[in-house]
Nanobody, 120 residues
Framework: QVQLVESGGGLVQAGGSLRLSCAAS????????MGWYRQPPGKQRELVAG???????NYADSVKGRFTISRDNAKNTMYLQMNSLKREDTAVYYC??????????????WGQGTQVTVSS
């Protein structure tokens, strides 16, 4: 098990930027895939961006070119840089960890979530 804590959410105007952080309680990046999911109000949780244990990144089509996932192994922290935010990006964002090479193979640990609200 690993504890994950998100931070960096908030209220932002459309077109603005936010950076989310996910702090892990121990060093896991070498053996865990990581990812960011989001759940808009009334909708299902969806994968936004993932980074494999080897550092390969992938993105949902809806955020490609606007969001960037990264990690800092020394700090046990993963980031999601969100630019050109749209109202449709409004959601609770969750950090997630997987024991597989890719996070889409199955999540075993979730953060509590951080709210991102985009206004216009």
């Amino acid at each position: 098990q690993v504890q994950l804590v998100e931070s960096g959410g908030g209220l932002v105007q459309a077109g603005g930027s936010l950076r989310l952080s996910c702090a892990a309680s121990r060093s896991i990046f070498s053996t865990n895939a990581m990812g960011w999911y989001r759940q808009p109000p009334g909708k299902q949780r969806e994968l936004v961006a993932g980074i494999s244990s080897g550092g390969i990144t992938n993105y949902a089509d809806s955020v490609k070119g606007r969001f960037t996932i990264s990690r800092d192994n020394a700090k046990n922290t993963m980031y999601l840089q969100m630019n050109s935010l749209k109202r449709e990006d409004t959601a609770v964002y969750y950090c997630a960890a997987s024991r597989g090479e890719y996070v889409s193979t199955g999540v075993y640990s979730w953060g509590q979530g951080t709210q991102v609200t985009v206004s216009s």
